[in-house]
């Protein structure tokens, strides 16, 4: 069977990462496009309750399938019986054929004791593996949302820290000049730059999202 719907966006999404660029000075952090990574999670948070439905009605064919394997062992036994009674019928061998009855109707029961044991087995094994398959989805979704998060938190984090930096230099050289300027009242300076603290850089991980996110 051909890749799904699903794996297809979860194969695409490895792919938009792998096509972003580098983010400067760094081997590992990529710069990713939050508009399209968006579009490809949305589309897969779409597709995954059809896939877990198109499971959920292969798991539904175990009854299916019982019930067939059942009517055909009754068919079995019917049949057999049927042909019990014909058997009984003729007097001249009946001592024989009620022996000959006997022995057909367990065979048949064996029979269709072992086809309803077999059909349960394979209903049970599509049922599992059709669990199996939609847990693995949902971790796979888990994993590339994580991903996706964790990166969005780290480029933040990063814009966060160059501002800063920037913020002190540009801080650092207004001091520096103004000492120069006014080097008998350096303090008010040096006062205006303290007002930036560690605090006015603490944002809330929820500060850069979109709005309705």
């Not at 064919?61 to 009674?85: V, Y």
């Not at 029979?111 to 044991?117: N, S």
């Not at 006062?191 to 929820?206: L, R």
Request: aromatic share 8%; net charge negative; hydrophobic share 35%.
């Amino acid at each position: 069977m051909g890749a799904s719907r699903i794996e297809q966006l979860i194969e695409d999404i490895y792919e938009f990462v792998e096509s972003c660029r580098m983010q400067p000075l760094s081997s590992t952090k990529v710069i990713v496009p939050k508009d399209e990574l968006y579009d490809l999670l949305d589309e897969l948070r779409l597709r995954t309750p059809d896939e877990i439905k198109r499971y959920q009605k292969i798991i539904s064919n175990r009854d299916a399938i019982i019930a067939d394997a059942e009517e055909k062992a009754e068919n079995i036994l019917r049949q057999t019986k049927d042909k019990a009674k014909d058997l009984l019928n003729e007097h001249e061998i009946m001592q024989q054929a009620y022996y000959q009855a006997n022995e057909m109707i367990m065979q048949a029961s064996e029979e269709a004791e072992r086809i309803r044991r077999e059909a349960s087995e394979e209903a049970d094994q599509i049922r599992t593996g059709a669990l199996v398959y939609s847990n693995d989805v949902l971790t796979e979704v888990e994993r590339v949302l994580a991903n996706a998060y964790d990166t969005a938190i780290s480029r933040y984090d990063g814009f966060i820290g160059t501002l800063k930096s920037n913020l002190e230099i540009i801080n650092t050289n207004k001091r520096e000049l103004n000492d120069q300027l006014y080097p008998q009242e350096s303090g008010p300076a040096n006062v205006q730059a303290s007002d930036y603290d560690e605090g006015d850089f603490d944002f809330d991980e929820n500060t850069f999202m979109p709005d309705g996110e």
